[in-house]
Every structure is written in C-alpha cells, then in structure tokens.
C-alpha cells in the first residue's frame, strides 16, 4: 500500500501525522508530497491524506477581511489542488485534517471564514502554551462520518483559527461544533466518487486511542485504500 501524504512544512508535526498513519498498517509506504520535489505523480498510489498548516491564500478562499488571514503558500495552495483534482479524477481514498479539509472545500467552491475568533467563536484555537483545547461534535445521522465513527456525538480537539464558511456545492457539513463551526464534511452525493472524508480536528493527536474520532477515522481510510487495491487486482 503507498499512500501520498503531504507536507506540512514542520517535521515535527508531519512526524505525527506518519506515526499516526504507519500505525494502522505498518507495512504502507507514506511519501511525503510537496512541491518543493518538483512534479509528483500519484500513479501507483492507494491515498491520499491531505494535512494541517497554513492559511489558504485569501485570494482563492475568499476569506475578508485579508488582514486577519495569516502566513499562506500559494505554491502550496497550487500544489495541492493539482493533487487533489488528480486524486478525485482516479477515484484514490481521500482523507483530509484541518487544512486539508479547508483545501478541499476551496477547490471544490466554497469559501472559509478569515479568523474564528474576530468572527465571534472563541473556543477554536488553541494558543502557545495553553492547554490543548476540546469542544463536543455532534454529526448528522445518516452520513459518512456517523457511520465511520458509529456514534453521534463526541468530543474532539482544537487548533484552527479559519474554518468553512460555504459550504462547496458537491460537499455537505456532516458535523458540527457546539456553536455550529462546521467541523466535518463529505461528499453529498457519493454516486460512483470515491471515499472523502473531510475533518476539522486532528486525529493524529488525540492521545485516548479509545475515542472514536480517532482510530475510527484512520482504520476507514486504510480500509477503503485496501479495497482500492482489492479492485484494482482483481480488474488486472
């Protein structure tokens, strides 16, 4: 199994998301995918994982006022929506965390709020040197990530300071916060697309391995990468 995984820009937080990833199938390959190696080709790939970082470029996600948008790479930005179109064009699992699920909303047409705390929600981003911050979820009954999680409610991590303000026309908000941030998305008509599944927290550092919006997540993706492998094989 080879999994694409992108380049946070900061080792030791793309170092949890790998450990975190290796953990459910430690026999995968996980490339690091950034532009800063020049052209990346997904042939050959049964993922993709799209990660935290940076700001989205404003000029792309329509997030105003511009001045509370903070550091973005454009290269980045650009990076990523190629990898994206290409992953959705070869029906690859995607799995996207924070950013990744800001990427994917602003690629697919939607737009995202500049800064959570100016727009009035303060209990999303957790500052240097203060204690992690965790908030409830609640998800809507019938979807994707109900049935990832087998649950309905919850609780879940905090560390971002943008999120979803429109919602792209082929997604559907599948959770949310306790004041209504949008905290997960998915496809909102599956026809033949493959797995997407978009969320706002960070799974990869959830300490209590018994919290469903932690294994859960990462077992569905590997799950659906190896039934992409199954396909594939048996299509040969």
């Given at each position: 199994m080879k999994i694409a995984v992108t380049d946070t820009g900061k080792p030791e937080k793309q170092?949890?998301?790998?450990?975190?990833?290796q953990s459910f199938d430690p026999g995968a390959e996980l490339v690091i995918?950034?532009?800063?190696?020049?052209?990346f080709d997904l042939t050959g790939f049964d993922g993709v994982v799209l990660t935290g970082g940076e700001d989205v470029d404003p000029k792309l996600s329509m997030a105003t006022p511009e001045e509370?948008?903070?550091?973005?790479?454009?290269?980045?930005?650009?990076?990523?929506?190629?990898m994206l179109d290409t992953a959705l064009k070869m029906k690859l699992p995607v799995l996207g965390i924070?950013?990744?699920?800001?990427?994917?909303?602003v690629f697919l047409g939607g737009t995202l709020v500049a800064d959570l705390s100016s727009a009035g929600f303060e209990r999303h981003t957790a500052l240097k040197g203060q204690p992690e911050l965790r908030h409830a979820i609640t998800v809507i009954s019938g979807s994707l990530i109900a049935a990832v999680t087998e649950t309905l409610s919850g609780v879940i991590n905090s560390y971002h300071h943008q999120s979803?303000?429109?919602v792209a026309d082929d997604l559907i908000a599948s959770g949310y916060s306790d004041d209504d941030v949008v905290e997960s998305m998915e496809w909102k008509e599956k026809n033949d697309r493959s797995f997407l599944l978009l969320v706002q927290w960070h799974p990869e550092r959830i300490a209590d391995k018994s919290n469903p919006f932690t294994g859960k997540i990462g077992s569905a993706f590997f799950h659906e990468a190896q039934n992409l492998i199954q396909r594939n094989t048996k299509a040969q």
């Open positions: 170092k949890q998301y790998m450990d975190w990833l995918a950034s532009y800063r190696y020049g052209v509370l948008v903070e550091q973005f790479d454009r290269q980045r930005d650009d990076f990523e929506f190629r924070c950013r990744g699920m800001q990427v994917a909303n979803v303000r429109v």
